[in-house]
């Protein structure tokens, strides 16, 4: 039997595309049999955000230009991939965007604890689907809670920013490798593959890196 493939997975918890992109990888290894080890890393999208957030759309006019029609039909677009592949894109007008810096110190404390992959999901669901504040700690510890981490240790870590430095070394790590946008994925250390490319074209790559084991 062959050993998993190893993803390391550069995204952002309030970026849509990582979200779809990590569910159609899922669902390429689950029609292929081929099996995956994800490593989720860092990358904010706003790093200069205000604390108080933007909201999403008049950020995404302001960022990228986008137009209200152009709003409207990315996100029907997203709900409808999104139901496709089993996630929940419940979006509304007064959605705002946040900084997502506590976000990875949270996800970083539970990679400890081997529970980085379940926060971060946790992470996506919060934002997209239930439209929770993610730079705000108390929000965190209870999605910290949700997926069978201790509340008040989560609150404690956030508080004291016990985790700043070690997310910002990530993050340049990153940056300084030419990850300039997110997803990102980079396929056993060696094949970086950009943006959500559906799971037909990841289930060819998985087959392809297996078949390179056994060449």
């Known amino acids: 039997m062959s050993r998993q493939i190893r993803i390391d997975f550069v995204s952002d918890v309030v970026c849509p595309w990582?979200?779809?992109g990590?569910?159609?990888?899922?669902?390429?290894?689950?029609?292929?049999?081929i099996g995956i080890e994800v490593h989720w890393h860092p990358f904010e999208l706003?790093?200069?955000m205000a604390e108080e957030g933007e909201n999403l759309r008049e950020h995404l006019a302001a960022k990228y230009g986008t137009t209200l029609e152009g709003s409207i039909k990315a996100r029907a677009r997203l709900a409808e991939m999104g139901a496709a592949l089993g996630f929940t894109f419940n979006y509304a007008d007064d959605m705002r965007m946040v900084n997502t810096f506590r976000a990875h110190q949270l996800i970083d404390w539970a990679e400890d604890q081997g529970r980085a992959h379940d926060m971060k999901l946790a992470l996506f669901a919060a934002?997209?689907?239930?439209?929770?504040?993610l730079n705000d700690i108390s929000v965190l510890a209870d999605s910290a809670e949700g997926v069978g981490l201790d509340c008040a240790a989560a609150l404690a870590i956030l508080e004291s920013g016990g985790r700043v430095e070690a997310v910002r070394?990530?993050?340049q790590f990153w940056t300084s490798r030419g990850v300039t946008g997110v997803p990102a994925m980079i396929f056993e250390r060696r094949h970086l593959v950009t943006g959500?490319?559906?799971?037909?074209?990841?289930?060819?790559?998985?087959?392809q890196l297996v078949d390179a084991q056994t060449a």
């Open 169 to 171: 070394q990530k993050e």
């Open 46 to 48: 706003n790093s200069g």
């Open 127 to 133: 934002f997209f689907t239930r439209r929770e504040n």
């Open 22 to 33: 990590y569910h159609q990888l899922a669902k390429a290894t689950r029609e292929t049999g």
């Open 18 to 20: 990582c979200v779809i």
């Open 196 to 207: 959500a490319q559906g799971e037909e074209n990841y289930a060819r790559i998985l087959q």
